[in-house]
């Protein structure tokens, strides 16, 4: 058989596989709400109402809007790694140097604040922030409990997981100020980063779709950035969470490509391994 003959059969083929990894991927996708079902507990589940298991209405880590503070991601008080060592938060000015996961520093542009006031008896939610407990992630971080909104991601094995996800009422949990009011900060740079929150890597403020608006300050920074509004920022790294998504999907075919790596829930993953480490950190 000639090379012209054999060339349509490997297309055939090249096209099988395609399909049937495409198929593949998507029964994963397809499932991924029962996987959230499971590894979400029954406590976080009721917590989010009607909200549980659709998009709340953002991409997260600053891109949420209306009683969701997404944006808003740490309480006042965290400690970030600057040039200079740990600062707390609110005493970070545009001009500051962050370090990176990289092992370098960034430019900090604007620094977003928000302050939430107590309204009822118990604060909504999606307004009270998570607590990471001191090393619970790798028995060294963070350093300090660590507080953040639901919606801000940590970086873990390469991809950012929302806060939210990873609540297992040990290490991970929602809390209740003893507060009247809730105050949140989130830092931009010129791009989306990972930054250190008492030690532990972070995501920065991810810009679009005009969510710094999110913000009481929000104008200072379309003073410093004209066409705020119109900026995009591309994801740090890929994003996962429960209600699937681009980022997600993109993470789900980085594991799909890699044929000799068995298939699994990042998620998942991510939450046996610091339920495990909370429970042995309990004997």
Same mark, same amino acid.
């Given at each position: 058989?000639?090379?012209?003959? &054999? ?59 209306? &009683? ?15 040039? &200079? ?199």
């Amino acid at each position: 058989m000639s090379s012209h003959e &054999k060339h349509p059969s490997n297309l055939n083929r090249a096209r099988r596989h395609f399909l049937g990894l495409a198929a593949a991927t998507g029964a994963r996708i397809a499932g991924l709400g029962v996987i959230a079902s499971s590894i979400l507990p029954s406590s976080m589940a009721h917590a989010w109402g009607r909200n549980w298991g659709r998009n709340p209405g953002g991409t997260g880590g600053g891109t949420g809007g209306g &009683k969701d503070p997404q944006g808003a991601c740490f309480l006042a008080g965290t400690s970030i790694l600057t040039s &200079k060592g740990e600062v707390p938060i609110e005493d970070i000015r545009a001009g500051d140097l962050v370090r990176t996961v990289d092992g370098g520093t960034r430019l900090v542009r604007w620094v977003g604040r928000r302050a939430y006031t107590l309204t009822g008896p118990t604060w909504h939610p999606n307004i009270a922030p998570i607590r990471v407990a001191r090393h619970s992630v790798d028995g060294q971080t963070p350093h300090r409990d660590l507080y953040i909104s639901g919606g801000h991601a940590l970086y873990l094995d390469g991809a950012l997981i929302e806060a939210r996800y990873l609540v297992n009422d040990r290490s991970i949990a929602p809390t209740a100020p003893d507060a009247d009011t809730i105050e949140y900060f989130n830092i931009l740079l010129d791009t989306h980063d990972v930054i250190f929150a008492e030690g532990l890597p972070v995501e920065t403020f991810r810009m679009v779709n005009g969510n710094h608006e999110l913000f009481s300050n929000f104008a200072e920074l379309e003073q410093l950035l004209p066409s705020a509004s119109r900026v995009a920022m591309a994801s740090f790294a890929p994003r996962l969470n429960c209600y699937g998504g681009r980022d997600h999907l993109k993470a789900l075919l980085d594991i799909a490509a890699h044929p000799f790596r068995s298939p699994r829930d990042p998620i998942a993953d991510a939450r046996e391994r610091l339920a495990a480490r909370a429970l042995e950190a309990s004997r």
